[in-house]
């Protein structure tokens, strides 16, 4: 069974700094690019980041470049956010999302369970 | 920014059929996807490539697109597929992937 758990949040301070995780498993993770998607509460969703496979490709949205760093480390099944100079905007569930690619399109398959994100002071 | 709007609410009576539209400029260049959201839970991938269902999703949900419009039917509708849905596509680079303002589908 394809399985995405996300660890790491937690309550932080406006300006501080946090590592998200996504450990993956039941598929070849090191084949899949990845993704992360927040929603702050009550809210849409936002898509976050997206990196490549082999983690030579990589976005962000505008909301959060600059400050987020996406990575992973294929031998251990695992995918990052670094989440830095944080603010209360940042206030979310920040899910990570299998992409699934076929040709020039692609979309997000499984979702994980979320992990919630709370910046205050 | 690139946007996708949806309406903010659909409502319908059981067994009846639920449209959903989603609009953006982009969408005649790229695919739209749809993901159905229920309280406390992740979203799920009900609809791909426009109209393409993911195994295990049921046959009542289809999808269709139209220019700068796509759609999400739901035809027999029931109480389970009360929900948030929500389309995502990208710009017309691909490199921005961006999701709709969502749609909250009321049954009666």
């Known amino acids: 069974e394809v399985q995405l758990v996300e660890s790491g949040g937690g309550l932080v301070q406006p300006g501080g700094s946090l590592r998200l995780s996504c450990a993956a498993s039941?598929?070849?993770?090191?084949?899949?690019?990845m993704n992360w998607v927040r929603q702050a509460p009550g809210k849409g969703l936002e898509w976050v980041s997206y990196i490549s496979n082999s983690g030579s490709t990589i976005y962000y949205a505008d909301s959060v470049k600059g400050r987020f760093t996406i990575s992973r480390d294929n031998a251990k099944n695992s995918l990052y956010l670094q989440m830095n100079s944080l603010r209360a905007e940042d206030t979310a569930v920040y899910y990570c999302?299998?992409?699934?690619?076929?040709?020039?399109?692609?979309?997000?398959?499984?979702w994980g369970q979320g992990t919630l994100v709370t910046v205050s002071s | 920014s690139y946007e996708l709007t949806q309406p903010p609410s659909v409502s319908v009576s059981p067994g009846q059929t639920a449209r959903i539209t989603c609009s953006g400029d982009a969408l005649p260049k790229q695919y739209a996807y749809w993901y159905q959201q229920k309280p406390g839970q992740a979203p799920v991938l009900v609809m791909y490539k426009d109209s393409e269902r993911p195994s295990g999703i049921p046959e009542r949900f289809s999808g269709s697109s139209s220019g700068t419009t796509v759609t999400l039917t739901i035809s027999g509708v029931q109480a389970e597929d009360e929900a948030d849905y929500y389309c995502q596509s990208a710009d017309s680079s691909g490199t921005l992937y961006v999701f709709g303002t969502g749609t909250k589908v009321t049954v009666l």
């Open positions: 039941g598929f070849t993770f090191s084949s899949y690019e």
């Open positions: 999302a299998r992409d699934i690619r076929k040709g020039l399109y692609n979309w997000f398959d499984p």
